[in-house]
């Protein structure tokens, strides 16, 4: 009984160290409303705004409201989104970008390399690129706001 109630005592201590992202946050930039399944940066911590919805509304770094990880508002919208861990990395494409075709490569302003797996025409000379990491997941590319599927290498 008595190691019972250790195992017991010991879970709800280590449950209870969790992060729990609780209060209010700001979205990192421009926010044009929710695409369902994609992340944003939460300004001035290591954490993404997952949406789980289509929401479109255009706020400059909006404040966010949570209950935990579950998020309330965004600005004055109410929006089906959680929390999760993770972090971006801001960077360009060195030279031009256009689109994407199988195994075409791009130079990234800090030295990795996007290799594209998926085929899409746009252009546009140096886009901003947001390389979202979700803990534990694959890295996620966005080359000028748009998901590109594709590998990175050093």
Known sequence: MKKLLILLFSMLISFNSLPVYAGTYQIDGEFSGCDYNKYYPIYGYNALLKCEEYNYFYEYMPEVRTDGREVITIGDERVEATLVDGQITRTNVSDEFEGCDWDKRYNLDNGLIFVCSTYSYSYSYRPE??????????????????????????
């Not at 997941?137 to 290498?153: C, M, Q, S």
């Open 129 to 154: 690129v947001l390389i979202v990491t979700p803990s534990g997941r694959n890295p996620i590319v966005y080359i000028d706001g748009e998901e590109y599927d594709g590998t990175l290498y050093r």
